[in-house]
């Protein structure tokens, strides 16, 4: 069982940066595929960006790229994802997600995650 605690959320203004934390329990992080979703009122879960084991290949969602950065220090066992230039329409409360996987790779769907954090709340004021 992996536990994943957000943080880092907040409220921030338009071009404004935030850094989320998601910090995981367990000893085999570094063999977790990682991710990073968000879910605006009334929207649903979107992807935001993925990390493979490594920290050596990631993906992101088309609306946050060069943006967003998505990293992960495996002898933290932790990943962050440090956001730039933040607009109104990132306002979610995003959720760290994580999954075991026999081949490193990087996974953009919800439904291939097996574990999920509480969420935290990012506000973006125009």
């Known amino acids: 069982q992996v536990q994943l605690i957000e943080s880092g959320g907040g409220l921030v203004q338009a071009g404004g940066s935030l850094r989320l934390s998601c910090a995981a329990s367990?000893?085999?992080?570094?063999?977790?595929?990682m991710g990073w979703f968000r879910q605006a009122p009334g929207k649903e879960r979107e992807f935001v960006a993925a990390?493979?084991?490594?920290?050596?290949?990631?993906a992101y969602a088309d609306s946050v790229k060069g943006r967003f950065t998505f990293s992960r220090d495996n002898a933290k066992n932790t990943v962050y994802l440090q956001m730039n230039s933040l607009k109104p329409e990132d306002t979610a409360v995003y959720y760290c997600?994580?999954?075991?996987?026999?081949?490193?790779?990087?996974?953009?769907?919800?439904?291939?995650?097996?574990?999920w954090g509480q969420g935290t709340q990012v506000t973006v004021s125009s």
């Open positions: 997600a994580a999954v075991q996987t026999v081949y490193d790779t990087v996974l953009s769907t919800a439904l291939a995650y097996r574990y």
């Open positions: 990390i493979n084991w490594s920290g050596t290949n990631t």
């Open positions: 367990g000893r085999t992080f570094s063999s977790y595929v």
